[in-house]
Nanobody
Framework: QVQLVESGGGLVQAGGSLRLSCAAS????????MGWFRQAPGKEREFVAA????????ALSDSVKGRFTISRDNAKMTVYLQMNSLKVEDTAVYYC??????????????????WGQGTQVTVSS
């Protein structure tokens, strides 16, 4: 069984930064895609970023390119989402997720088998 635990959310002013962490446990993740999604009130859960654990190939949604980066620490089995130049519209619950499979589907939340409990990010104006 895979467990994902997010941390690092909080309240920040627009223009500020936060780093989210996703600690993974339960199995080796060498063949996994690790992703970050977010869900704002009344909206669909949307893709933010993903990383192929073994190759470190990454992908970002257009809305966060140039501001967010995704990375992983293999020794700690942790994936990070560094969020800079935060905007009010980045306010959401951020979820870490994982699946084992092809890289082609990393933006599709339906493909992810494992999810964390979420961490709230609130950006004030």
């Amino acid at each position: 069984q895979v467990q994902l635990v997010e941390s690092g959310g909080g309240l920040v002013q627009a223009g500020g930064s936060l780093r989210l962490s996703c600690a993974a446990s339960g199995r080796t993740f060498s063949n996994y895609i690790m992703g970050w999604f977010r869900q704002a009130p009344g909206k669909e859960r949307e893709f933010v970023a993903a990383i192929q654990y073994s190759t470190e190939v990454t992908a970002l949604s257009d809305s966060v390119k140039g501001r967010f980066t995704i990375s992983r620490d293999n020794a700690k089995m942790t994936v990070y989402l560094q969020m800079n130049s935060l905007k009010v519209e980045d306010t959401a619950v951020y979820y870490c997720a994982a699946y084992s499979g092809a890289y082609d589907y990393l933006t599709l939340k339906e493909k992810y088998d494992y999810w964390g409990q979420g961490t709230q990010v609130t950006v004030s104006s």
